[in-house]
């Protein structure tokens, strides 16, 4: 598959449950984000990683905590969340990052429903 | 950091005429401003950009114009269809070494056959 792919597409969880969320990326890029889209919400962009290191966290609560392990694979590891945190998270990866940004390609995103 | 205000929330035009959806900001050193179509269960894509040494773009039916002096840039659609209703979310870049996009709240445009 070409693009920008995500995995589950749809995950419901408990509070107390872990799981983790896989995006991946088949463009060639150097940079992959995290955003979460909530309704009536702009998007919100949590994480960025430039080069497989981290470059922002934008005041994201641990208990979603990021992995990049290489260029075109990023996680979203999630643990005893919260029922406002459910939402659509989708991840995005652009040619280049800091200081210059080019288009984002965003993945198709995870609906994520914590009960 | 940057601060990007969308207006309206919501738009419903009939089929043939225009929409303009509008975005303000707030960090003048911002210099990339992209829209982005979400269609109904779709990921987001990126329809148009424009940046700050240009003050308008145009693809088609489909036209970006930017004020940098008042902070502001529009996205204008033309001859209108019904498979251009989506959702349109505008965005700015932030200043700073970061330099992350900052998200406009969306508007659901409706086009009336």
């Known amino acids: 598959e070409t693009g920008v792919t995500q995995t589950p597409r749809h995950l419901v969880m408990g509070m107390t449950n872990k799981k983790s969320l896989k995006c991946e990326q088949h463009?060639?890029?150097?940079?992959m984000y995290w955003y979460k889209q909530s309704a009536k919400k702009p998007l919100e962009l949590m994480f960025v990683y430039n080069f497989k290191e981290q470059t922002e966290n934008n005041s994201v609560p641990s208990r979603f905590s990021p992995e990049c392990p290489n260029s075109s694979h990023l996680f979203l590891h999630l643990h005893t969340l919260q029922p406002e945190d459910s939402a659509l998270y989708l991840c995005?990866?652009?040619?280049?990052?800091?200081?210059?940004?080019?288009?984002?390609?965003f993945g198709p995103g995870t609906r994520l429903t914590v009960t | 950091g940057e601060n990007v205000e969308q207006h309206p929330s919501t738009l419903s035009v009939q089929e043939g005429d225009s929409a303009v959806i509008k975005c303000t900001y707030s960090d003048s050193a911002s210099n990339y401003f992209p829209w982005y179509k979400q269609e109904l269960g779709k990921r987001p894509q990126l329809i148009i950009d424009?940046?700050?040494?240009?003050g308008e773009k145009k693809d088609q039916r489909i036209a970006v114009t930017l004020n940098k002096t008042a902070k502001h840039f529009s996205l204008h659609i033309t001859e209108t269809q019904p498979e251009d209703s989506a959702v349109y979310f505008c965005?700015?870049?932030?200043?700073?070494?970061?330099?992350?996009?900052?998200f406009g709240s969306g508007t659901q445009l409706t086009v009336l056959p």
């Open positions: 424009i940046r700050s040494n240009v």
């Open positions: 463009l060639g890029h150097n940079a």
């Open positions: 995005a990866s652009s040619q280049e990052a800091a200081p210059r940004v080019d288009e984002q390609y």
């Open positions: 965005a700015a870049i932030t200043s700073g070494s970061a330099r992350q996009l900052t």
